[in-house]
């Protein structure tokens, strides 16, 4: 059965590699589900008997951790491999733990966001079980630090994902400090199995739990029913963790204390009784699931080879292969944007870039106009440059500030009609990407990520020139533009009144001063709809 075991592992190494994802096969793996500080870590180690997960406050694990143990009894010295590095075989496992942070800032940043995307870690061991495990992030309420407001929302997503899996194994991880019928592990696991037909409970930290009756009954399953059984463990503390005490002493230390203080229960609690049970269930579910996994594999092997003889012929020359593809995606790429793809039977990226440009930039640009208050904000500044002594005339000083105070409301919605163009930049990348590299999975998605680190430097640079654009403007006021000066006459003849001699001094200036306002912004608006798609483009 071991080599049943193995050939599932392989079909996940395989399926991973071609972009399929595990959902499609629904393979048979145990996958670990307890909340933050139940002790999950120390309970995986203890199994693989070797300190290889990165530990740490708030969301340590935040990707799927795929961990295949494999026992071959040739191997003198413990030793691990990352799918992502096949070849790469570490002995030392304070390797492996920074390969892991490594691997995960690198998909998920450095703050403590998770993702769905998996790392599969192989170890091969000549004392290890043939077992797949699924290490997965811990259940959390609230979100700490930099984690995502819907850090909740993300976790249980994540975690219903794997526990759906009518094959997958749940191994409910429950501290034995709290109480178990409060369990937020098994709580989710009853979601997906509500007659607990595929969950197994751990409950770690046995040692600091009373030795009472009550307690007693929860590690008999006489207070809590599970069919597949509840398993008490102890788990390293922090400072044997700090003392570098070896994971072989503390399962030494485990067996002891269940033989000295629960005697008549200790055969079936420990680590060593999980593994076997874990085993033992994990082989009876392959071989209740082998006829329907074989009937889709084989479904998938032929989806595989229609896909395959898609691709065409083998590459002879890569490199060529490659420079050309690159050619070939740059020409596209143009051709989508100043619509020279003559062969398109739809609407190019150009044209709803172009459509972007028009909507929303223009409308976004359009739409800002003087305050309803103009007129009491003229009013307001005449009096304050004027100081204590009547005005006898209108200081540039009163438009200039206010000119200045409405190039501010600027800035939001062009940044926002920027976003909105490089969203639509972006949604032609993946497109033109999609068609060029369908063959080249792999390389598309190199591809891609390069473009989108362009594409953000781009946008970066598009926001920094409309800023410093808008601060020029502020910084000088040109009420010598040639659009400002043609007008300026007009302006003035439309708000002269009949009735002229009855407006004060300050009501005849308030209305000329709204006016050129409404002129200038309006100049403001055409110059910033010509430069802000060129700053995109």
Known sequence: MDNFLEIINDLQDVFSTVGVSSDTLNLPQIVVVGSQSTGKSSVLESIVRQDFLPRGTGIVTRRPLIIQLTQ???????????????????????????????NTDQVCGKNKGISSEPITIKVVDANLPTLTLVDLPGITKIAIGDQPEDIEEQTYSLIKKYIENPNSIILAISPGNSDIANSESLKLARTVDPDGDRTIAVITKVDLMERTKENLDVLQGKTLPIKLGIIGVINRNQLQIEQEVTVESCLEMEAHYFKNFYHSIASEHGTQYLIQRLCTILMGHVK??????????????????????????????????????????????????????????????????????????????????????????????????SGSKPPLFTPNIVFDNLACEILKEFRPPVKRAIKKGAEKLSDIIASVGKDVFRKFPNLKKEVHQIAMNLLIKKQYEADEFIDNYLKLEECYINTNHRLFTINRSKVEEENKDEDQEELSFEERNIRVIEGFLDLYIGIIKYQLMDIVPKALI
């Open 72 to 102: 071959d009894i040739t191997v003198e010295t413990p030793k691990a491999s990352f799918l992502h590095e096949p070849d790469v075989w570490h002995t030392d496992f304070d390797e492996v733990s920074n390969e892991i942070i490594r």
């Open 288 to 385: 209740n699931c082998l006829p329907d996994l074989i009937k889709r594999v084989t479904e998938e092997k032929i989806v595989q080879h229609e896909i395959l003889n898609s691709l065409g012929p083998k590459v002879d020359d890569p490199k060529l292969t490659l420079a050309e593809h690159i050619r070939i995606y740059v020409e596209w790429f143009k051709g989508e944007i100043y619509g020279t793809n003559r062969s398109c039977q739809r609407n190019t990226g150009g044209k709803e870039l172009r459509a972007v440009f028009e909507q929303e930039i223009e409308e976004a640009i359009d739409n800002i106009n003087l305050p309803d208050d103009i007129e009491s904000k003229i009013e307001v500044e005449i009096q304050n440059a």
